[in-house]
């Protein structure tokens, strides 16, 4: 037996329900097609135009080889353009092309609907609860980590 059961664990029902986002956005997405990752650098790139690939990586959540994978999928299928800056030639700048932003545009029409439904389980007040709770739980876990 355990010191604590998993239904008294917090980090278990942060998971599930973290699982449960993906996994609708990952439905939710398929028809755009995009994974969850892919459509996270997309979004992120039409708000940063230009940004390197180990920045991307920081905002998504994902390791940089991680981040250089999506990307090389994404570049691909033609979806972004990739081209060195203009004074740091080491660095590859990212920018979403014509056929990105279509993409993006319509998978994030497919997400919002996710969220907006999420957000609609919980009152105003609520959800300023609920992310307010959230961002101590990052906080103390940022703290907490060797």
Known sequence: MTS??????LGFHIKRAEQALNATKTAVLRPAGLTVAQYAALLNLAENPGISAAALARLCGVTPPTMNTVLKNLQDRALIERTPH???RNVLETR???????????????AVRVERALAAEFTD???EVLTGLLGRCVELLEKERP
Not at 96 to 110: I, K, P, Q, S, Y
């Open 4 to 9: 604590m059961p998993a239904s008294e664990r």
């Open 86 to 88: 203009e004074w740091h």
């Open 96 to 110: 979403l092309t014509d056929e990105g932003r279509a993409v993006m545009t319509d998978a994030d029409a497919r």
């Open 125 to 127: 007040e609520e959800r």
